[in-house]
């Protein structure tokens, strides 16, 4: 079964430019997670989709970052434009909803570099 | 004052000893505690998943929660050069973890 695979794996970009990071959560998970992890900081959590809703976006840096997962499948995280500030890593993590434990799968995160 | 606090460490061990990591929190409404591992590159991988107070043991880890205290610790005993990576404890808080800043762990053969 293949995990929670992000894409790409690194992304170097100029200020102001736009990027969009892409995530294709474990076959079947309808939970979908976006955290981010900039430099000297712990990993925080950024927003949560159940199926294509989101549930929490209350860890939305600003109205810079746009989530979607239109159909409830694959989601992508859209910088718009960039900043300096928005360097790090970006994880995305699923979850089997119909599981009564609320364990999360990681990918291996997409490294923003914003120059 | 950050939710949760962890010292990153770099934690420097020669193969074989027992290692000892530790997160303290202050929120009580975490109910849920959780070790996760990252190797250089890679995701974070979870170890442990934990509720109650007391110990957990799987295999050469073993986790331990103190909820009156707000602190939990990671064992791995025996350990290997392949178990050097980051430890990162993390807490549920509804939906969404919230992590330590996590430990690096370096074992020496």
């Known amino acids: 079964e293949a995990g929670v695979t992000q894409f790409p794996s690194h992304s170097v970009i100029e200020k102001g430019q736009t990027v969009t990071l892409r995530c294709d959560p474990i076959?079947?998970?309808?939970?979908l997670y976006w955290y981010r992890r900039v430099m000297g900081k712990e990993i925080k959590f950024l927003l949560h989709f159940v199926k294509e809703s989101k549930q929490d976006e209350s860890g939305m840096p600003n109205n810079r970052f746009l989530a979607e997962r239109t159909g409830g499948t694959y989601s992508t995280l859209k910088v718009q434009p960039a900043e300096l500030e928005d360097s790090g890593v970006y994880f995305c993590a699923s979850r089997d909803g119909r599981t009564a434990k609320n364990i999360q799968y990681f990918g291996a995160g997409t490294r923003l570099s914003v120059l | 004052q950050k939710e949760v606090e962890q010292d990153p460490g770099p934690l420097s061990v020669p193969e074989g000893a027992i290692v000892s990591l530790n997160c303290t929190y202050s929120n009580s409404a975490f109910q849920y505690f959780m070790w996760y591992r990252q190797y250089s590159r890679k995701g974070p991988e979870l170890l442990m998943y934990t509720y109650s107070s007391g110990n957990k043991e799987d295999g050469r880890f073993t986790a331990q929660v103190d909820k009156s205290s707000k602190y939990i610790s990671l064992f791995i005993r025996d350990s290997q050069p392949s178990d050097s990576a980051t430890y990162l404890c993390?807490?549920?808080?509804?939906?969404?973890?919230?992590f330590g800043a996590g430990t690096i762990l370096r074992v020496k053969s």
């Open positions: 993390a807490m549920l808080y509804g939906n969404k973890l919230v």
């Open positions: 076959s079947g998970h309808d939970n």
